[in-house]
Every structure is written in C-alpha cells, then in structure tokens.
C-alpha cells in the first residue's frame, strides 16, 4: 500500500518511521511519503491560509496550495482522506475498508479547516470515474490542534491489518470474529500470583471450551461497562 500525508508539520509524523510500521516499510509491505504543504505556497510569505468569507474567528487553509499538493498525488484508485473534526467518525470496519485500498492521501488540516472547495473539487465525477473517493473522517468527538495525529491514529489502525504486517496475523482473526465491539477479554501472563492477586482459575485449568466462555463473558461485560 502507498501512502502519502501532506502537512505543514512534517516532523509531526516522524514517528511512523518507528516499530511496525518501520518495519513493513522496510520489507516494502507500506510505502509511506510525508509531503511539507509549505512548499506548495507560491508567495512570499509562503502563506498557506487567509482570513475566513463571511467573517468569524480563525484562519482558514487556501484551496490554492492544497490543491499544488494533491494534484500530483491524486492519481487512479487513490482515497483521499480530509481529517476533519467534522468528518465521518473512524472505527474498526472503516479501518478495515481502508485497509484494501490501494493508495491513501491524508490532508491534515490546521486552523480552522480547508477551504471546503478541495473537497468539491476531487469529488467531482471525472474523479469519480477514475475511482477516487473522498472522505472526510474524523477520529471522535473532539477537536485536535491539527490532523496530523488523527492521520497517525488512521495509518496505524489500518497498516496492522494489511498481510504481512503483523508479527502474529492470528490476532486479526481473533478481533474480526468478536462480532459486536470487539473489546477483547482481560489478559494475564506468567507469574500466577502477583502482589497477592491471583490470575482467574479458569484460565489454568487447560479447558479450552470453558476458556472461551469466560473470555466471550468477559468481553462482554467491559463492552457493556465502557457504553
Ligand atoms: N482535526 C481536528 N480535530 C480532529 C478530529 N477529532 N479528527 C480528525 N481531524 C481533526
């Protein structure tokens, strides 16, 4: 998968160099680009937003210079990806839609958004015919300085779940088949007793049908505890 990122914080998004997702860029499973929005503002003061239409508080980011950005990026099959706090709200079926594309941009907006006719433009129908689709998505009901760190939330809920990725892909399997929430059963491991509490009975007892009574009971309860 290819993936590209453009923002005015480039170094914002450095940590994606690290752990797994370092990882399967080296092994050449992801491919991922950040691109610096500033570099595409064409006057002096390599401005990248202005004053709202209309009036009200904040700087709004110009369709100008996203669109020197995007236009190169944007090819056939790519997805587009706005982070808005406005946005469709991102969750694990988005995630898993996501993860069989080919191609995603994120724009990560600052300020008070971008200029929503960037949006207009790639959603147009000579867009649609090449199989771009636009998306605004947003990571939950808050507003983040920016959308560089919505964008980080997006690529790594999505690159854990392209093949290869994963050290162990059974783990994938185990969340797609908890249908409802997939919040996943309590864990414990070695030693049995700790600071005088002890691991659940039944999970050493090697009854494998119980165990996963247990874990379905239990998953269930911290799904119900969390609404
Ligand atoms: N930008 C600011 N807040 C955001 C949010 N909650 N999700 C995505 N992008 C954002």
Not at 141 to 162: C, K, P, S, W
Request: hydrophobic share 40%; glycine share 8%.
């Amino acid at each position: 998968m290819k993936i590209d990122a453009v923002t005015i914080f480039p170094q914002y998004l450095e940590p994606l160099q690290l752990s797994l997702l370092g990882k399967a860029q080296s092994e050449g499973l992801v491919e991922i680009t950040i691109h610096d929005l500033r570099s595409f503002a064409t006057d002096n003061h390599h401005s990248v937003d202005d004053t709202p239409y209309g009036g009200g508080a904040g700087m709004v980011m110009k369709a100008q210079v996203w669109g020197e950005a995007l236009d190169p990026l944007i090819t056939p099959d790519t997805d587009l990806i706005i982070l808005t706090p406005a946005g469709k709200k991102f969750d694990q079926p988005m995630a898993q839609s996501f993860a069989r594309a080919r191609h995603l941009v994120f724009a990560c907006g600052r300020y008070e958004g971008i200029d929503d006719r960037v949006r207009m433009y790639y959603s147009q129908s000579e867009f649609m015919e090449q199989n771009i689709r636009v998306h605004e998505v947003s990571i939950g009901d808050y507003v983040l300085g920016g959308g560089e760190v919505a964008a980080m939330v997006i690529i790594e809920a999505v690159t854990r779940l392209i093949p290869g990725v994963l050290g162990n892909p059974e783990s994938i399997v185990e969340e797609s088949h908890m249908a409802e929430g997939f919040l996943e059963y309590p864990n414990f491991t070695k030693p049995s007793q700790w600071r005088g509490i002890p691991v659940p009975e039944i999970l050493l007892s090697g009854n494998h049908g119980e165990i996963d009574k247990w874990r379905a009971t239990q998953a269930d309860l911290r799904a119900k505890k969390n609404v």
